[in-house]
């Protein structure tokens, strides 16, 4: 039995990890496995496999960063905070009492 059928057997869907997907994807792209093989070996429809393939190509960017250091990045402040001229960061552990707190 293939797994198609056997998750069709026990009526489930199969949930598959972020890096379940990118595993999938790798062995198309580089190890050059047919998509027709794969989909049969991890029971998947072709249309989903092609689905995750151009989500990774479109937000393959985020892997690369957005061209600035994180850390670098000033916190977002709440309303309050961002009002009262406060610039730093330290605050937030000892003034900042909103319930939609400061990050």
Not at 43 to 51: D, E, R
């Given at each position: 039995m293939t797994v198609k059928?056997?998750?069709?057997v026990a009526g489930k869907r199969r949930?598959?990890?972020?890096e379940d997907k990118v595993r999938i994807l790798r062995r198309h792209l580089v190890d050059k496995v047919p998509v027709s093989d794969l989909c049969d070996e991890q029971g998947l429809h072709p249309?989903?496999?092609y689905k995750w393939q151009k989500e990774f190509f479109e937000n393959g960017a985020s892997a690369f960063g957005s061209g600035t250091d994180m850390k670098l990045q000033r916190p977002t402040l709440c309303r309050p905070c961002a009002k009262s001229g406060i610039r730093d960061d330290s605050h937030r552990r000892v003034r900042c009492t909103e319930v939609d707190f400061c990050r």
């Amino acid at each position: 039995m293939t797994v198609k059928e056997d998750l069709a057997v026990a009526g489930k869907r199969r949930r598959f990890s972020a890096e379940d997907k990118v595993r999938i994807l790798r062995r198309h792209l580089v190890d050059k496995v047919p998509v027709s093989d794969l989909c049969d070996e991890q029971g998947l429809h072709p249309t989903l496999f092609y689905k995750w393939q151009k989500e990774f190509f479109e937000n393959g960017a985020s892997a690369f960063g957005s061209g600035t250091d994180m850390k670098l990045q000033r916190p977002t402040l709440c309303r309050p905070c961002a009002k009262s001229g406060i610039r730093d960061d330290s605050h937030r552990r000892v003034r900042c009492t909103e319930v939609d707190f400061c990050r």
